[in-house]
């Protein structure tokens, strides 16, 4: 007599388990499911009204003078991502600000820049 490996006795029924669903998840609902989850954990970008956009020049202009270290929160994609280091200048043609970290110079696009904080 042949036994299947899959099957398993509960009470009087036998059963599959957990491989009996794995035939209704086709490749296209499993993506569909990551790109739900991934829609889901985004961030909308924060709305800056004309007194934030003017903080956060003047934070970036006494980081500037003073080469101190910041905290910057860019907006990027559906993320906040935070970014910290001394920034050495900005370019007002290209409209990038270019800051050093540990490991090495780095430029963000200005208009991506949601907050700017002072460390030291």
Same mark, same amino acid.
């Given at each position: !007599?042949? #036994?299947?490996? %899959?099957? *398993?006795?509960?009470?009087?029924?036998k059963?599959?388990? /957990?491989?009996?669903?794995?035939? &209704?998840?086709l490749?296209?609902?499993?993506? !569909?499911? #990551?790109?739900? %989850?991934? *829609?889901?954990?985004?961030?909308?970008?924060?709305?800056? /009204?004309?007194?934030?956009?003017? &903080?956060?020049?003047?934070?970036?202009?006494?980081?500037?003078?003073?080469?101190?270290?910041?905290?910057?929160?860019?907006?990027?994609?559906?993320?906040?991502?935070?970014?910290?280091?001394?920034?050495?200048?900005?370019?007002?043609?290209?409209?990038?600000?270019?800051?050093?970290?540990?490991?090495?110079?780095?430029?963000?696009?200005?208009?991506?820049?949601?907050s700017?904080?002072?460390?030291?």
């Amino acid at each position: !007599m042949k #036994r299947n490996k %899959y099957l *398993k006795t509960v009470g009087d029924i036998k059963d599959r388990g /957990n491989i009996k669903w794995t035939a &209704l998840m086709l490749p296209e609902h499993v993506e !569909m499911i #990551r790109e739900w %989850y991934e *829609k889901d954990e985004q961030v909308p970008k924060p709305e800056l /009204n004309g007194d934030d956009l003017q &903080l956060i020049q003047e934070e970036m202009e006494i980081a500037l003078k003073r080469q101190c270290e910041v905290l910057i929160r860019c907006w990027k994609d559906g993320a906040i991502e935070a970014h910290r280091g001394k920034i050495k200048s900005i370019d007002g043609k290209t409209r990038m600000l270019i800051y050093e970290d540990p490991f090495k110079q780095r430029r963000l696009p200005v208009d991506e820049i949601v907050s700017i904080v002072m460390v030291d």
